[in-house]
């Protein structure tokens, strides 16, 4: 199966395209991506922009959990962009592909990752008025 953005409930209603990767961490058995993540209207999380603000972006947490493989390329040209604010990102995820049952691909401006895992989970950190 490919399909973009695995068919998951945490990955619905929500641009991962249009969202800022903030970090990606590998550890054994572990690959986690931290985001400030674009939640769409439908999502049950999204609030409407306050002024100033372009659009609903939440923090989030995408895990790969039992990693038995990984291979990531294009680490080299790696550079972190940074905003007026002075945060740092390191663009979108361009890309979230499920290539069988427990093997996904991501890629972004970072590089290209393949990794065999459980399915991805996403965790969206509370706002301050949730």
């Known amino acids: 199966m490919h399909d973009n953005h695995p068919s ?5 209603n929500v641009s991962l395209e249009d969202s800022y ?3 990606i961490a590998v550890h ?19 609030r409407a922009p306050l002024p ?8 989030a947490t995408v895990v790969f959990s039992s990693v038995r493989a ?6 080299s040209v790696v550079k972190a962009a940074i905003d007026a604010s002075g945060s740092a990102d390191y663009g979108s995820v361009d890309a979230l592909i499920r290539l069988d049952e427990d093997s996904y ?10 990794v ?10 509370p706002s301050p008025t949730d």
């Open 116 to 125: 065999q895992s459980k399915a991805p989970s996403m965790s969206i950190d």
């Open 52 to 59: 100033g603000e372009r659009a609903c972006f939440r923090r």
């Open 8 to 12: 998951l409930p945490e990955f619905e």
């Open 28 to 46: 054994p058995g572990l690959l986690t991506l931290k985001l400030d993540l674009l939640l769409l209207p439908r999502h049950p999380r999204y």
């Open 21 to 23: 990767v903030l970090d």
């Open 105 to 114: 691909k991501i890629l972004g401006d970072w590089g290209e990752i393949i």
């Open 70 to 75: 990984l291979h990531w390329t294009g680490q």
